[in-house]
């Protein structure tokens, strides 16, 4: 009893860095939506999101682990997120009413596909991932993004993107990448003018408003350039609160999800914006070097799961807020409100902080 008790104190010392970013980005999230909250309902229902998240991050860190979830169990679990993501489809839903409250199954996605590969990958681990098992990962992959795509189209793919670069990492066969690469151009070329049509006028809309934001001021390119003038007006330290036009006068489109970042720029400025981002650019660095040194297989796929799934929700988030990349409706972990996104965060934050834990204990 005693060794355990020793082994937590030095898992704990040793990954203070990490716990003490965590409770940070905690704190200046629910701070940033105190003051975008509209009434003091809306705060504390973003409140309790962070709460219940932060809550199952430390009892399933501190009395579960993460290697003693079954096969089945996580495999039961695909399928039926899978059914419902299924009946959503038929539905033409994006969310999952339950009456008392609304939830996003897409974003349940990410941390059980992680799980579930993670663990199929590390039973035979290799540098390469051996082609069979390879076609099988794409199988488990594709299935619910197609599910998700008819309805959430830009993410879905960029699902793909952040699972794809994760099986790069571990290794694909060269001969297989470029393949995969050559069929990719060879769709583009020939399908991408026909899918085109089929996009629907929102869709196009998002493409037109990024390629002329000023041509469409204000219509489709209307969010962007709000967004471009709240990050432009907050300066060095901010506008502070309550005083940037963007948000105090309701400017700002989808200022507590998708462009949560944008107002966050206008109240503090270039200094806040450095905060945050060396806040959360630390998680990721942090995630990285636990994949390095943990001796498991399983805990290096995981950690690095986690660590691509927040660098590609940060890079998206970002770049459709200045305007580097298409708008899309990412939200931004921490800063960004919703139940759903809150719950995923934490649950994935729980997988790489137990990685980090437990390896303390299994030397």
Same mark, same amino acid.
Request: aromatic share 20%.
């Given at each position: ?9 030095? =898992? ?50 501190? @009395? ?12 039961? =679990? ?12 038929? @539905? ?167 462009? =949560?970042? =944008? ?101």
């Amino acid at each position: 009893m005693q060794v355990k008790k020793d082994n937590y104190k030095e =898992a704990i010392k040793r990954n203070l860095k990490g716990f003490l970013v965590v409770l940070s980005l905690f704190v200046l999230g629910n701070i940033h939506q105190f003051f975008l909250a509209e009434n003091v309902a809306f705060f504390i229902k973003n409140l309790l999101w962070h709460v219940l998240g932060l809550s199952i991050f430390f009892f399933l860190l501190f @009395f579960t682990d993460y290697k003693k979830v079954s096969f089945r169990a996580l495999w039961y =679990a695909y399928w039926i997120l899978n059914f419902v993501l299924f009946i959503m489809l038929i @539905f033409h839903k994006r969310w999952l009413n339950l009456g008392f409250l609304s939830l996003q199954p897409s974003e349940f996605v990410k941390f059980i596909l992680l799980w579930l590969i993670s663990l199929y990958l590390s039973k035979e681990p290799s540098e390469v991932i051996p082609p069979k098992k390879l076609l099988k990962i794409f199988g488990l992959i594709a299935l619910p993004l197609i599910l998700i795509m008819p309805t959430d189209l830009d993410y879905a793919f960029i699902m793909g993107v952040m699972f794809f670069s994760w099986l790069l990492f571990i290794g694909i066969p060269k001969r297989i990448f470029i393949l995969l690469l050559s069929g990719v151009l060879l769709f583009s070329f020939l399908f991408v003018p026909i899918a085109w049509q089929k996009l629907k006028p929102h869709q196009k809309g998002r493409i037109y408003g990024y390629l002329e934001p000023e041509k469409y001021a204000k219509t489709w390119g209307y969010q962007l350039n709000q967004s471009l003038i709240a990050i432009g007006s907050g300066g060095l330290t901010g506008q502070k609160f309550y005083k940037g036009w963007s948000t105090r006068l309701g400017y700002l489109p989808a200022k507590h999800t998708d462009l =949560a970042f =944008a107002v966050w720029a206008e109240t503090w400025g270039l200094l806040g914006v450095s905060v945050f981002l060396v806040l959360y650019g630390y998680l990721i660095y942090f995630g990285i070097c636990v994949s390095q040194t943990t001796k498991d297989w399983f805990g290096k796929y995981l950690s690095l799961g986690v660590s691509l799934i927040f660098l590609w929700q940060l890079f998206f988030n970002l770049g459709g807020c200045s305007g580097l990349l298409p708008m899309t409706s990412i939200p931004l972990p921490f800063l960004s409100y919703g139940g759903s996104i809150t719950v995923s965060v934490y649950i994935l934050l729980y997988l790489l902080f137990n990685v980090a834990i437990k390896k303390y204990f299994f030397k």
